[in-house]
């Protein structure tokens, strides 16, 4: 298996446009997560879905962040309008009961 | 989620075993004990878990205080490649709340 696949792997933007981080998640999990990774914060969980619904979104900063999961091997996490403190590395990670697999991460720069 | 400790870091030489501590004094009967690896950027590696018992895999050994107030983490031979930031979780279920780890520099 290609392990997670996470798309762009770099996106610069400016302050205002709309960012779409995309994630392939390892076949036949059930689970996908998001995190995000800042000096500041550390890893801080976003949110999580299981067989494709959202369970808990309660780490997702505010109403600017959405995230969907349309089938068991595509999702998509959005910002718009984004924000200079958006700027973080995104981890998309798959995994079964109590394991977790992390893709490369997504860096986005925000101006 | 109950919280845990951990030295900010550690030092250990190459091929030598490497014992990383964490604390949990607050751990609850339901609480998984999770341990992952972060080497420089690159995304968070899973080690392994454990509830009570003693868990053995290919990477490491997870050593549980009969208490489950404490654990160990146990890498058996350091190499140059496990130098990594190393994060001891507690979790009831599948969100894991990351702290700030233990830092390991692995030394020729």
């Known amino acids: 298996d290609a392990g997670v696949i996470q798309s762009p792997r770099h996106e610069v933007t400016e302050m205002g446009q709309e960012v779409t981080l995309r994630c392939k998640p390892i076949?036949?999990?059930?689970?996908l997560f998001w995190y995000r990774q800042t000096m500041m914060r550390g890893l801080e969980l976003l949110i999580y879905?299981?067989?494709?619904?959202?369970?808990?979104d309660s780490g997702m900063p505010e109403d600017r962040f959405s995230a969907k999961m349309p089938n068991a091997s595509f999702s998509t996490l959005k910002i718009q309008p984004s924000e200079p403190r958006d700027s973080a590395v995104y981890f998309c990670?798959?995994?079964?009961?109590?394991?977790?697999?992390f893709g490369p991460g997504t860096r986005l720069t925000v101006t | 989620d109950a919280k845990t400790t951990q030295p900010n870091s550690m030092e250990s030489n190459e091929e030598e075993p490497v014992h990383l501590p964490c604390n949990h004094s607050?751990?609850?009967?339901?609480?998984?004990i999770h341990w992952y690896r972060q080497l420089p950027s690159q995304g968070p590696e899973y080690v392994i878990h454990?509830?009570?018992s003693n868990v053995n895999n290919r990477m490491a050994s997870l050593a549980i205080a009969e208490d489950r107030k404490s654990s160990t983490l146990i890498l058996h031979r350091a190499t140059l490649r496990d130098a990594a930031v190393y994060y001891c979780?507690?979790?009831?279920?599948?969100?894991?709340?990351f702290g700030k780890g233990t830092s390991l520099l692995v030394t020729p």
């Open positions: 990670a798959s995994g079964l009961k109590y394991e977790q697999y």
């Open positions: 076949s036949g999990h059930d689970y």
């Open positions: 879905f299981n067989n494709n619904v959202p369970i808990d």
């Open positions: 607050t751990i609850s009967g339901t609480d998984y």
């Open positions: 454990g509830l009570t």
């Open positions: 979780i507690l979790s009831k279920g599948y969100a894991l709340n």
